[in-house]
């Protein structure tokens, strides 16, 4: 029997710059809306969506992976980590002013904690704390759990909204990337709870693969109980990244 035909991608639409705002020192907020709004579909906090940026002498747009932080009637959130050696996507944050515009494609499926588990661990750096604090926000009242967070400063520390019995664990690396074990030494200290886990984790390429090691062979998660993704990896750019992951995960897959 064939496979059922994907359901085809939503066309582009064009955002204007609403406003901006500083969240910590290292992360900026855009707020969009404009005409895209008008057929956005609801309730995306946390979805990804791609940035869409015009390079000379390249016929297709530069894309950048970002994440739905919030959603109104009439605008979105897009939160920027504001990188030292930043790329064209924080640039951009940084440089663009209300009544810019920007094409974005998506938004593409969320990725969520399943809340009839048992108990929680979610963990991740900067790049995913804008779905780490949708997924920590949606959780029900009464889960438990753990939240591991890495920041670069604790300047970057942020105030999250989270069910009582999570608690968060932060972790300041100044140099994200270049410790790999910055987020796998914290997780692996804590006490493993009794019952079955909603585990979900997003980082730096080498940190992942670390974090998914700890969680396939010392705690025998199925991968199919899991999320676990790179949302970047350090010295390449999104295209390299890319390929990286994939590579990855054919050799997963053939393990």
């Not at 297709?60 to 920027?80: G, H, N």
Request: overall charge negative; aromatic content about 6%.
């Amino acid at each position: 029997m064939p496979k059922p035909a994907r359901p085809a991608r939503p066309a582009p639409r064009q955002f204007d710059v609403i406003r901006k705002s500083s969240v910590t020192p290292n992360m900026l907020r855009i707020t969009l809306g404009g005409e895209g709004m008008n057929t956005f579909p609801e309730d995306q906090p946390s979805a990804y969506v791609k940035l869409m940026f015009d390079t000379p002498g390249q016929q297709k747009p530069m894309l950048r992976t970002y994440t739905v932080r919030a959603q109104r009637e009439d605008e979105i959130d897009i939160d920027f980590v504001l990188h030292e050696d930043g790329g064209p996507a924080s640039r951009w944050a940084i440089n663009c002013q209300p009544g810019d515009k920007i094409t974005i494609g998506g938004p593409g499926p969320k990725k969520q904690l399943d809340p009839a588990a048992d108990w929680i661990m979610i963990v991740g750096d900067m790049t995913a704390l804008p779905a780490i604090s949708v997924n920590l926000e949606q959780l029900p009242e009464h889960a438990r759990g753990y939240a591991v967070i890495e920041v670069l400063s604790e300047a970057d520390i942020q105030p999250l909204s989270k069910p009582e019995h999570v608690t968060i664990h932060w972790v300041i690396n100044p140099h994200p990337g270049t410790n790999s074990d910055a987020l796998h030494n914290v997780v692996t200290a804590l006490n493993w709870a009794d019952g079955k886990p909603s585990v979900w984790a997003a980082c730096e390429f080498t940190g992942m693969q670390k974090l998914r090691h700890h969680f396939r062979n010392d705690r025998a998660i199925d991968k199919r109980e899991m999320y676990i993704s790179s949302y970047w990896k350090l010295g390449a750019n999104e295209e390299t990244h890319k390929s990286a992951k994939r590579d990855d995960a054919e050799r997963e897959e053939a393990a």
